[in-house]
């Protein structure tokens, strides 16, 4: 049968509603698709990858078709060469892995042709500019001096413009400047990356490449490099030599490098829904289902950047504008250069459910911007953030976050699991103080968040807010094991300007500051949550203003370590009734350096008690309550932990 032929019957087959074509690493791009196989002829079969599939689906409809349309990916990795692109046109797709196989989309390409050089390193010629390489599915370490922990700055950092970095000993070379060594230094709650462009031995000074942020600063900071010659030094690092184009790798012991899957990522993006909802064009009813996303970069100009916060500006493996109704589920993303996925401006009531998100350079799930728009098109709200497993994350950008909200309204964050990053698991707002703020009535929920921090940088929560979020709730979430550098590893942490929510029935527990603090805000309502064994304060409030922070009321809070109140505890703008207090070490409880006699006198617990809450295993971290325990009988509501985290069975 003619081409033409083929053409006719694949136009009448997919015109159907709910037509599907099929792609696969066989297919060719003058088969139908309608096959999820080559035919025994090899007349026809399935299309080679998702643009093959997109553009037959714009040719059936620039000729009237409509209707829905299924592709089903084949097993087998799909390399693209330039991200997967779709607009407006586009809507009405659902792209998924055909039953039982797993199929791959890299931005990433193999690196062949390796030879046996000196040592234990061998080499290939490898074209272009990378700056990751992953071996076997493992992140190779880029050389890196030191091997393990860091250099510290000699004193502050640096407020110069350029930044001027104060080094100690012989911690950096002089003949490093100007050859793309990269100094990763990490500032309080955000890191810098920069090139060393000159080195001034006698004064132990090497002037960066770009400017310091001046909220970030730190005494005797930490840092390394990377991209050094000289420090490819041990087994599992590689460097490349953009000038030879020659790529040198350590393998791992038993590693055979002939062998091997060894890819070097192309993009820094994979996908991309491009709509337009100034215009009205809007990218509709779009499913990702079952896809695995690998392999993508991240880039830096000449300067490099100092991070403000949260790792923003990272690249996302998979990036939306003007999408609605859209969704990404039962996906992984894994060894990417920054951010998995986001949904970004314009776009609402969109779904990403379900995945699977490691191994990334900066964080998981970005939703909304920092910008507020004002033409109502361009607002992002109503997303739904569920059953993910998001863990590793930070390996380039460690200031990055599990989840963030920018910006953003009406989103329910739900069932996640995340864990092990080196800053805040879950962080909504994006105006600092009582200025405007688009994030409201965003509910968080039943997430199960830990290991956050792991003494990498400071001032981060398990649960961060930022602006007055009027109707955003915080409730039944399990939260433990945040652990900050130096200060600020707090379990729920309203920052600046945090007003108007409510956060109940709350378990947190061995965090290093505090279980609980707010920095400022108006009028929070802290109430039914248990905080346990935090270590250098339980409950923590920062400034004094005149009106209401905050009521703390109804909680538990059981501690063998630290103080009850940690910071600034004076004026009278909060309210604190009806709590249980409970030091395992014995001794007179203290409020804020006063006896509970005195503390009442302020106004303060009035009804609460000092008392042995009655957990049935607080020492196993099991906090639910026994039948005799004195926190029922004072009206707190047993916390039941058993939904939180994924679901079994999270998307339909």
């Not at 970095?165 to 920069?194: F, H, S, T």
Request: charged share 20%.
């Amino acid at each position: 049968m003619s081409h033409a032929g083929f053409l006719t019957l694949f136009l009448a087959a997919a015109s159907l509603p709910g037509a599907t074509l099929y792609v696969s690493a066989e297919g060719r791009p003058d088969w139908s698709g309608r096959l999820p196989a080559p035919n025994a002829q090899r007349t026809d079969g399935p299309l080679p990858g998702l643009a093959a599939a997109r553009d037959a689906i714009r040719n059936l409809r620039e000729k009237g078709e409509r209707g829905s349309v299924t592709v089903q990916v084949r097993g087998g990795t799909y390399f693209l060469s330039e991200p997967f692109v779709l607009g407006a046109q586009d809507s009405d797709v659902t792209y998924a892995a055909y039953p039982g196989e797993r199929p791959v989309i890299s931005g990433g390409r193999r690196i062949e042709g390796w030879t046996k050089g000196e040592r234990s390193l061998w080499s290939a010629a490898a074209d272009g500019d990378f700056r990751q390489l992953f071996v076997n599915g493992r992140r190779a370490q880029r050389a890196r001096t030191p091997n393990f922990g860091f250099f510290r700055i000699d004193g502050p950092s640096s407020q110069d413009k350029p930044f001027k970095l104060k080094y100690r000993g012989n911690d950096i070379r002089p003949d490093w400047a100007g050859q793309g060594v990269e100094v990763v230094a990490l500032l309080a709650w955000a890191e810098l990356r920069m090139p060393v462009v000159s080195v001034d031995e006698s004064a132990r000074v090497a002037t960066l490449a770009g400017d310091p942020r001046p909220s970030n600063r730190e005494t005797d900071a930490r840092y390394f490099l990377e991209n050094a010659s000289g420090s490819l030094d041990q087994a599992g690092e590689w460097l490349l030599n953009r000038g030879s184009g020659t790529l040198s790798y350590w393998p791992l012991a038993a590693e055979n490098v002939a062998a091997a899957e060894i890819i070097a990522p192309v993009l820094s993006q994979l996908v991309r829904l491009e709509g337009v909802p100034a215009e009205g064009k809007i990218v509709r009813r779009v499913v990702f289902r079952g896809l695995d996303f690998r392999h993508t970069d991240w880039t830096m100009g000449p300067r490099g950047f100092a991070d403000s916060q949260a790792a923003i500006s990272a690249a996302s493996a998979f990036e939306a504008i003007g999408a609605e109704d859209c969704a990404v589920e039962k996906c992984v993303f894994t060894q990417h250069g920054g951010y998995a996925v986001w949904f970004g401006r314009g776009c609402k009531r969109n779904r990403i459910a379900g995945n699977e998100i490691f191994d990334m350079g900066a964080g998981g799930i970005k939703v909304g911007e920092t910008a507020q728009r004002q033409d109502p098109a361009e607002q992002n709200f109503e997303n739904e953030i569920t059953d993910n497993h998001i863990h590793k994350l930070g390996e380039v950008y460690p200031s990055a976050v599990g989840v963030w909200v920018g910006q953003s309204g009406r989103n329910r964050i739900a069932h996640n699991h995340i864990h092990d990053l080196y800053y805040t698991a879950i962080s909504v707002g994006w105006t600092w103080g009582y200025g405007p703020n688009q994030s409201k009535e965003n509910i968080i929920e039943y997430n199960h968040l830990h290991h956050i921090g792991k003494e990498m940088l400071s001032d981060m929560g398990g649960i961060y807010t930022l602006g007055m979020q009027p109707g955003t709730v915080i409730r039944h979430n399990l939260i433990h094991d945040i652990y900050s550098f130096t200060y600020g590893g707090w379990g729920i942490y309203p920052d600046e300007g945090s007003s108007g929510m409510l956060i109940e029935n709350n378990v947190v527990y061995r965090c290093k500051s505090a279980g609980f603090h707010q920095h400022y805000g108006r009028e929070n309502v802290v109430r039914n949550n248990i905080f346990a064994f935090n270590r250098d304060s339980q409950i923590m409030r920062t400034r004094a203003e005149a009106h209401l922070s905050f009521t703390f009321e109804r909680n538990i809070v059981y501690f063998d370590e630290g103080v009850l109140l940690g910071s600034n505890w004076t004026g009278d703008q909060f309210r604190l009734n009806r709590n249980i207090y409970f030091d395992t070490r014995g001794g007179e409880m203290r409020f804020a350096g006063m006896s509970l006699k005195e503390w009442r006198q302020q106004g303060q617990d009035l009804e609460s008690v000092v008392a042995d809450p009655g957990f049935v295993d607080a020492g196993s971290y099991r906090f639910d309550l026994r039948p005799d325990s004195i926190a029922r009988k004072m009206g707190f509501q047993p916390i039941d932990l058993r939904a939180v985290g994924p679901r079994s069975a999270p998307v339909p």
